[in-house]
C-alpha cells in the first residue's frame, strides 16, 4: 500500500507568484470549495476576540467600508476583509503557526492587500485601542489610494502610453 500525502509547509518563507486568472487565482475549485466551507465552519465557531470585534463592525456606520468575516483571499482565509480598502485583518491566536502566517502575508501584500494583526487579548482587554488602531490603518490606506489614483491620473495626463 502507498503511503498517503499530507499538506506541510515549506520551510522558505518566499510566496509564490500569484497569478490573478479565474474564480481563486489558479486554484482548483475542488480546494476553492474547501476553503469556503473551511470558512463557514470558522465563522460557526468563532472565537470569543472574534465574536467581539465583529459585534462592533455591526453596530459601526464605516459606510462602504464594511468588512467580511471569514473572507477567502486567493488561497488564504483572513478573519475580516475589506475588498475596497484592500485590507485585511488577522486576530492572532495563541499557538498560530508563524512560518504559515508569515507566508500567508506575503502573498497577499504581492497582490496589493495589507494585513493587519491583531492580539485576540488586546482585543478582549482593550476594545477601544484596537479600534483606534483600525480606524488609523483604515486612513492610511485610503490615503493610499487616493496617492495611487493621483498617480494614475498624472501619468494618462502627461501621454505616457498604457500598457493595455
Same mark, same amino acid.
Given at each position: 500500500m502507498t503511503e498517503r500525502k499530507t499538506l506541510k509547509v515549506r520551510d522558505t518563507a518566499e510566496a509564490p507568484e500569484l497569478k490573478?486568472?479565474?474564480? *481563486?487565482?489558479? +486554484?482548483?475549485?475542488?480546494? @476553492?470549495? %474547501?476553503?469556503h466551507d473551511r470558512a463557514r465552519e470558522m465563522k460557526r465557531h468563532a472565537s470569543p476576540a472574534h465574536k467581539a470585534l465583529a459585534e462592533r463592525f455591526?453596530?459601526?456606520? @464605516?459606510?462602504?467600508?464594511?468588512?467580511k468575516r471569514f473572507a477567502v483571499v486567493g488561497s488564504a482565509i483572513v478573519d475580516f476583509n475589506c475588498h475596497i480598502l484592500g485590507m485585511a485583518i488577522v486576530i492572532d491566536e495563541e499557538g498560530d503557526d508563524e512560518? @504559515?502566517?508569515? =507566508? =500567508?502575508?506575503?502573498?497577499?501584500?504581492?497582490? *496589493? +492587500?495589507?494585513v493587519m494583526h491583531l492580539k485576540a487579548a488586546d482585543i478582549l482587554e482593550n476594545m477601544d485601542d484596537v479600534l483606534?488602531? +483600525?480606524?488609523?490603518?483604515?486612513? @492610511?490606506?485610503? %490615503?493610499?489610494?487616493?496617492? %495611487?489614483r493621483r498617480e494614475h491620473f498624472a501619468q494618462r495626463?502627461? *501621454?505616457?502610453k498604457e500598457r493595455y
Open positions: 490573478k486568472k479565474g474564480r *481563486g487565482w489558479e +486554484i482548483s475549485e475542488k480546494r @476553492l470549495d %474547501a476553503l455591526a453596530k459601526a456606520d @464605516l459606510g462602504r467600508y464594511t468588512f512560518k @504559515l502566517n508569515r =507566508r =500567508r502575508d506575503k502573498s497577499l501584500e504581492s497582490v *496589493g +492587500i495589507k483606534k488602531r +483600525i480606524t488609523a490603518g483604515m486612513r @492610511l490606506r485610503i %490615503a493610499d489610494k487616493a496617492e %495611487a495626463k502627461t *501621454g505616457q
